[in-house]
């Protein structure tokens, strides 16, 4: 039977779906999407100095330690070899993509896109498969499919809401390497509007429909109002504010639902536990030891991303070019955290689902 298969048969009895996070994620982007749009209609606007306090705040403070949080769960049973290798490969690949942004960093600005997209698309299709089940789709491109859908509302719906906040944010991570840098593109970004909303309504369209044809029930059902919601979601709030909150809110949350139903058996034997002992002051004190290792290693990669740019700031004042700066950043530890993290991971991985 294939892979696809045995997940279909799967989904047909996971019975966590009433998990709390994941109707706490539900309920905050319906309120958030609910309220933004009724304030949106009546004329009201946030202020956009807010709106960057409500991104930092959700990116930094909310969202960082959960992917700190994904890495140690994946990491802390493994044979010690491959954690060695695993870190290594990791801050290879964060050197590259600081390399590719300092040479091409209007290219490097699309990967960071696509980087977006693929964490929200790849690491939502996990939690399904682990909660609701993906009965419904039933090939991969169907799954591919999935993935664009609920990752490309992420990005690719605020350029078509928010094109100015869009675009003047962008400007500013080009800018932080290349100052006007992305002023050539400014008519191509103008001419993809049109194309980007109709490629990507036809995209939820088609993926809804064909998973109604496909399989239908309780996982269509799901996966279908959350695709719709989240697109919703990324419509009415402003997208600083959006995806501020949509990681710690969202994918964190429902990364929580996954991890909670999936088989709790470990790859690898105990005794490389990380965190193991008949000690609870030892566990405790082994636990913190890592967190704060993992701290300062954060801390360095942004300290040494800081120093290799040009213009860190963006030539603008601090919180315009801190919201620049940490998407840049962000982008650049995203990017092995899917690549590394998952898709080489063949054996668990951060979405790890049995």
Do not use: C
């Not at 966590?16 to 009546?42: I, K, M, P, W, Y």
């Not at 930092?56 to 049973?77: D, I, K, Q, S, T």
């Not at 064909?210 to 695709?227: K, N, P, T």
């Not at 909150?245 to 996954?258: D, G, N, T």
């Amino acid at each position: 039977m294939s892979v696809i298969g045995l997940r279909a048969v799967r989904g047909l009895y996971r019975q966590s779906d009433t998990h709390l996070s994941l109707t706490f994620s539900r309920a905050a982007v319906l309120v958030l999407a609910v309220a933004f749009g009724v304030t949106g209609f009546a004329g009201v606007r946030i202020p956009l100095e807010a709106q960057m306090v409500v991104y930092l705040v959700g990116m930094v403070a909310l969202n960082l330690p959960h992917g700190g949080y994904e890495h140690f769960e994946n990491l802390r049973r493994r044979r010690p070899t491959f954690r060695w290798r695993y870190v290594a490969v990791y801050v290879t690949a964060i050197a590259g993509f600081v390399g590719f942004l300092l040479v091409a960093p209007v290219a490097g600005l699309a990967l960071a896109v696509s980087v977006a997209v693929a964490k929200g698309g790849l690491g939502g299709l996990h939690v399904l498969d682990a909660t609701t089940g993906t009965g419904h789709l039933r090939t991969r491109f169907q799954r591919l499919l999935a993935a664009g859908v609920r990752g490309g509302a992420v990005m690719l719906v605020p350029i078509v809401f928010w094109p100015e906040t869009f675009y003047m944010f962008s400007a500013l991570m080009v800018g932080l390497v290349e100052p006007g840098g992305l002023a050539p593109y400014a008519g191509a970004f103008d001419a993809l509007r049109p194309l980007i909303a109709g490629g990507y309504g036809l995209a939820l369209v088609t993926h809804v429909g064909l998973g109604y044809v496909r399989g239908g029930g309780q996982s269509w059902v799901v996966d279908a109002g959350e695709s719709i919601l989240l697109a919703a979601y990324f419509a009415f709030v402003p997208v600083l504010v959006a995806v501020g909150l949509y990681f710690p809110f969202w994918y964190s949350a429902r990364q929580v639902a996954r991890t909670h139903a999936v088989d709790a058996e470990p790859v690898g034997r105990d005794q490389w536990d990380l965190v193991a002992g008949s000690d609870p002051s030892t566990v405790a004190l082994r636990a913190w030891g890592i967190l704060v290792a993992g701290a300062l290693a954060t801390f360095g990669i942004l300290a040494a991303v800081y120093w290799v740019f040009p213009n860190p700031l963006a030539d603008v004042s601090l919180l315009p070019g801190a919201v620049a700066f940490w998407s840049i950043f962000i982008s650049i530890i995203a990017l092995p955290h899917v690549v590394v993290g998952s898709l080489l991971d063949t054996e668990r991985g951060i979405w790890y689902v049995p």
